[in-house]
């Protein structure tokens, strides 16, 4: 079971491959734990932030905003559309 303790260190690290996996991989267990939702929300924020610094194109970045973009979209994490502004 990952904790939210696990989450930060993969953000702090730039993990940011790792922290996608996890939002479809344990989307039950971040739905019934208010830490790891939190951590979650400010994983997907800290992501979208970094994305609109990137100034060339990132392959392996690019991978990671469209696998989470997919898990959006097939509604195994949401995030708010504020989370998308600047």
């Avoid at 079971?1 to 940011?16: A, D, G, P, R």
């Avoid at 970094?50 to 959006?72: A, Y």
Wanted: no cysteine.
């Amino acid at each position: 079971m990952i904790n939210q303790e696990e989450v930060y260190k993969w953000l702090s690290e730039e993990e940011y491959g790792k922290l996608i996996d996890l939002l479809h991989r344990e989307k039950e267990a971040i739905k019934s734990d208010q830490n790891l939702i939190h951590a979650a929300k400010i994983s997907v924020t800290e992501i979208l932030r970094v994305s609109k610094g990137k100034e060339k194109s990132d392959e392996e970045f690019i991978f990671i905003l469209e696998k989470l973009n997919m898990i959006h979209a097939g509604k195994f994490f949401k995030w708010k559309m504020s989370n998308t502004k600047s």
